[in-house]
């Protein structure tokens, strides 16, 4: 059951070309994933999906301090939706934008706790403490376009959101969201390798996972997703879908996915033997070229090209031109604010704000110092 998302949607992207395989449990030779969990028989696979997606952002990106706590999650999505069991994946990301979420100590998660199960605020004070410290940035749709139409592309999307942000998406997974979870789903489970369901597939009911990666097996992309049932498969707990699933005819009929990317600050994982330069925004190395990463802020990827500190006016062309798609470009949207008020010096006066188009850019210009300088 779905509501419609009160959140911006994904902004057309620039596509670069991804690898054929990624995993998040492999990325040169380091495991970002958080161990698989077992909800039991309570209905709280939503806590466990934003679990599994939000540890490996929370690696990649250097911040992690211990696992998220599932069951606060949980609560908090269930109470902003009004029901007792189950959640509304909206409420989920919502809830991590405002409240934000402990670590697992402060709301441990036992199934069925009558200690914890419908509670809310937590019992412990500490909880909402911590999870003030651990607020998402803001949150966007793997199934949207900017303008709120369905995505032309929204397999690339979550790939996207998994390999430039480090973002499991939870489904969304390190995507995050919700599907449909089909009788067919239910009999493939211990061998872990799901196919699309039939178009007349019965459903079972709706469930909530993290997508952390995909593979390509004889020119076939099958999406690699974290479940929260333990370790009783197969697949130690994990298992493979075709990507065209996202899309089937099957899903469409019980109202489609959820799935959802969250957004920080961005988080890049770099090639082995760079770094990501927080300040440029690019992963670098000395004597070498930088990588593509995310504009974070306006959800596009430009290629990185390593140049000098351009003229005012070449800079705000070139950047222009990056998120028209006609020139690849250095800037991220916060590294351009960066260097406009570097050019024009921190003390402002009158200011003037310019908006292209729905891109959004906001360029604070100085209009007294622009003068001083003859512009």
């Not at 959640?87 to 979420?101: R, T």
């Not at 376009?145 to 942000?165: L, T």
């Not at 028209?324 to 009158?350: Q, V």
Request: aromatic residues 12%.
């Amino acid at each position: 059951m779905a509501r419609a998302p009160s959140i911006r949607f994904f902004l057309p992207r620039k596509k670069i070309a991804l690898p054929a395989n990624f995993d998040l449990r492999n990325v040169n030779g380091v495991n970002y994933c958080s161990p698989i969990v077992d909800q039991g028989s309570e209905g709280s696979c939503g806590g466990h999906g934003f679990y599994a997606a939000r540890g490996p952002a929370e690696r990649i990106a250097g911040t992690f301090q211990g696992e998220n706590s599932r069951r606060m999650i949980y609560e908090n999505a269930k109470h902003r939706g009004g029901i007792s069991e189950g959640v509304y994946m909206i409420d989920v990301m919502e809830a991590a934008v405002e409240d934000g979420n402990c670590r697992e100590q402060y709301a441990p998660y036992y199934a069925n706790d009558p200690e914890a199960v419908g509670i809310w605020p937590p019992k412990n004070p500490d909880a909402l403490v911590d999870a003030k410290n651990w607020r998402i940035k803001t949150f966007a749709d793997c199934m949207k376009d900017a303008d709120g139409s369905p995505a032309k592309d929204p397999v690339y999307n979550i790939m996207a959101a998994i390999y430039f942000d480090g973002q499991p998406v939870e489904v969304r997974g390190a995507c995050d969201g919700g599907t449909p979870w089909t009788h067919s789903w239910s009999l493939a489970w211990y061998n872990g390798k799901m196919s699309v369901p039939p178009d007349n597939d019965p459903l079972d009911g709706g469930h909530s996972y993290a997508i952390i990666g995909w593979k390509t097996i004889n020119g076939v992309v099958w999406f690699i997703a974290q479940n929260s049932w333990g370790v009783t498969n197969t697949l130690g707990g994990f298992f493979e879908f075709p990507t065209a699933t996202i899309t089937c005819k099957c899903w469409a009929s019980y109202g489609g996915a959820e799935i959802y990317r969250m957004i920080d600050a961005p988080s890049v994982l770099c090639p082995e033997g760079q770094h990501y330069n927080v300040d440029a925004g690019v992963c670098e190395e000395d004597g070498a070229g930088p990588e593509p990463v995310n504009c974070e802020e306006q959800d596009i990827e430009c290629t990185q090209q390593a140049m000098k500190e351009p003229d005012f006016f070449t800079m705000v062309y070139k950047a222009l031109m990056c998120f028209f798609g006609y020139f690849e470009c250095k800037f991220t949207i916060a590294r351009l604010r960066k260097m406009i008020n570097k050019t024009l010096g921190k003390k402002t006066s009158k200011t003037k704000r310019m908006t292209f188009g729905k891109v959004g850019i906001e360029l604070s210009l100085t209009v007294k110092k622009l003068k001083d300088e003859g512009w």
